[in-house]
């Protein structure tokens, strides 16, 4: 999975939970929720859809690395 | 029948303790206790004399300033990046008759109204202690609310003052601005090191460090308006209870007895002051003990949360169930690495906590939780598990000494008859009078008023005691949710919704969601002309996040046929919610066991 494919797969879950949120202008290290209002059950609904969206399991003990674009992509390449 | 082995009642948590809990003999206290003792004991090293004494600010804050707790930590800020700052009594002292004075040279007439909106900062405290100071009304928001939130709550709080950082104030209150007449000052706790931006929004470090350090307090009564709490009924506005300067007696007495707290104790309370817990517990309590409060500037986390009650070494900690759950469904592993061994007692407020999550408090840190149940309008806990106690998973708990419980059901005539069988099911009914109960709904005395018959405060909460007078949650007698501890008004998220040019009706409902209690759900019926896509329905949803913000937007919206609705026209949420439980349509005998609505009751 490339770290392109990991993007649009978080922009895409993003939108997804809160659509009024400007994605697009997304910085890679501040953690979606200083940048988008992502509360904590935003977030859980989050890391499920994109798990969903790129079809790994993601155990719940992993979530908190993926409060960020580049958490995620780190998480995701591995 | 025996209970299942996770519902089994828990040996009291004080059984363990070298001292004896403050509140040592439950039985004895409770039939002996009067109020009057414990505004004695609060008074303990006050200026009597001194023609603001009760004051709030005087009795949590200064009294210790002038005593042995001078020099000890009031509160620990830990912020975003690993920095800590750290403010003695006799700081918080100081900086709050600042902020005081900082309010009265902005010469905002008397009693002025304070708001803040922000996340959890230092001046957040600061701010509160010198409103209550200046004989100011606080008034917290949270900072997750949307625009429409804060602006009905400032509205109908005649708000004179804001206090709030440069990027809330940009997003949440530039687009409202005009619509605050009342509104005379902004204070910025980030502003820039520059000249103030126009003639009403203030750089708050700047006027801090102008304003004298000395103040005097004027005199404060019991009676005089103090907290400011917004809080959500069914139908209409959201409702402004009002608490006064007593409410402090109830606090402190509250925090000993419950909290076990005393002076010295390292204690964090995890609720945001933008609620009701996060002032009454995360503030007025504690600091009236004369604790130390961690306030941790962050959202939560498993890993830091677990490193805070380790490193920060709590020995005292209030929390919620969401938070919980969501700490147990992170898993074991990461609870393991950390030692817990100082933390001497753990607290739950919010929703009623399962069983589950009582006991794995106790696997993970020793102690089991102890729920605890009130309400904005109490003002502060009313039914706890106690240290002193067995604790019963699942269940309330007893009154507090001083408060005295009943379970009820509402006549036509307004008056309420008395359950007084074991294991009777009723609303539950507060004996007016304790020194936390709210004086007012914010220029809603008619609403105030049905709160209350016979001498009672109805709680609009559904319970039943059982042989040994444990209370235990049975349900709302109204519509409104409660998510992640957090009511939720339908009325609000629906006229938000109906606002959008596609919506013809709408209506909300509480689904039931393992972590967060309920999460809110929107039915929404379409206008001819409009049809129900995917991507009409994240609009709906960018719509209603962007005016409420996430805590009280929707999590999901559902296209629907017309709504249910009684002849009157009123929208029948309850079916709905049976529908969405799958109950069948025509039993709905467990949801409808009492007054439909009890903002509107009795009938």
Redesign the interface.
Known sequence: MTESDIKTAVLESLRAIAPEADVETIEADVTFHDQFEIDSMDFVNFVSALGKALQRSIPEEDYYQLGTLNGCIRYLSQ | MSPAPHERPLPACASRWDNAPNLSDYTTTYVQFKWSQAQQMLLQGADTEAPYHLNIAHLIVDRHAAGPLREQLALRWLGPDGQTRDYSYAQLSALSNRFANVLQDLDLGPNPTVFSLTGRVPELYIAALGTLKAGGVFCPLYA?FGPEPIRTRMVAGKATVLLTTTALYRKKIAPIRASLPTLKAVLLVDAPDSPNADDTNYNLQHLLTAAAEHFVIPPTTTEQPALLHFTSGTTGQPKGAVHVHEAVVAHYMSARWVLDLRPGDVYWCTADPGWVTGTSYGIIAPLAVGATLICDAQ?????RWYRILQEQRVTVWYTAP?AIR?LM???A??AAQFDFSQLRLTASVGEPLNPDAVNWGRTTFGTPFHDTWWQTETGSIMIANFPALAIKPGAMGKPLPGIEVALVQRQEDGSVDILDTTEAQGELALRTGWPSMFRAYLNEPARYQQCFAHGWYLSGDLARRDADGYYWFVGRADDVIK??GHLIGPFEVESTLLAHPAVAEAAVIGKPDA??GE?VLAFVTLKAGYAATDSLR??L???A??RL???VAP?SIEFSGPLPKTRSGKILRRLLKARELGLPEGDLSTLETSEPDSDNAPK
């Open positions: 997750a959202e939560f986390h498993p890993e969401t969501m469904s992170h898993g592993q990461t998510s992640a972590v967060a999460l994240r609009e949803l960018g719509f996040r962007k913000g996430p805590a999590r």
